[in-house]
């Protein structure tokens, strides 16, 4: 036991975390949380809004798909939403959608066309009316 070498530190590799003084090694960070780097870790950190990571033991946390947002700390589980019509992400770990830049407004899209996104990055998006299918 620890207890018995009181000046002992347990250096943990990443996704690892040492959680208590009864403890003989180190535990896996759990879903939701990761630990980057070896290290003397008490805990691991929550996984940002945006991101998520669903395994045990996890050095990174994964980034929603572009398209898709989150805005929940600590996911343990891929709870990204589809941003709404008129609406983008561009990058993965989106913890918002942004609004399509257009010259016209959009309140809604009349029911026989839905907005097609052909191309977008960091500053800008392309898009186009067509008709559904």
């Not at 002992?8 to 980057?36: D, H, K, L, P, W």
């Not at 870790?41 to 998520?52: E, H, K, P």
């Not at 770990?93 to 026989?112: M, N, Q, R, V, W």
């Not at 066309?113 to 800008?124: I, K, M, R, Y």
Request: glycine share 8%; proline share 4%.
């Amino acid at each position: 036991m620890l207890s018995d070498y009181p000046n002992t530190c347990i250096v943990c590799t990443a996704g690892r975390f040492f959680n208590s003084t009864e403890a003989t090694s180190c535990t896996q960070c759990y879903a939701g949380t990761f630990a980057s780097s070896d290290g003397v870790y008490t805990t691991c950190t929550q996984c940002n809004a945006g991101l998520y990571v669903s395994e045990t033991g996890s050095s990174a946390c994964r980034g929603c798909a572009p398209g898709t947002y989150s805005s929940k700390l600590g996911a343990s589980s891929n709870l990204c939403s589809n941003c709404a019509t008129g609406k983008y992400s561009s990058s993965a770990g989106a913890t918002s959608c942004k609004l399509f830049y257009s010259p016209f407004a959009f309140d809604h899209i009349p029911e026989p066309l839905e907005l097609l996104v052909c191309s977008t990055n960091a500053s800008w998006a392309v898009s186009i009316l067509v008709a559904k299918q």
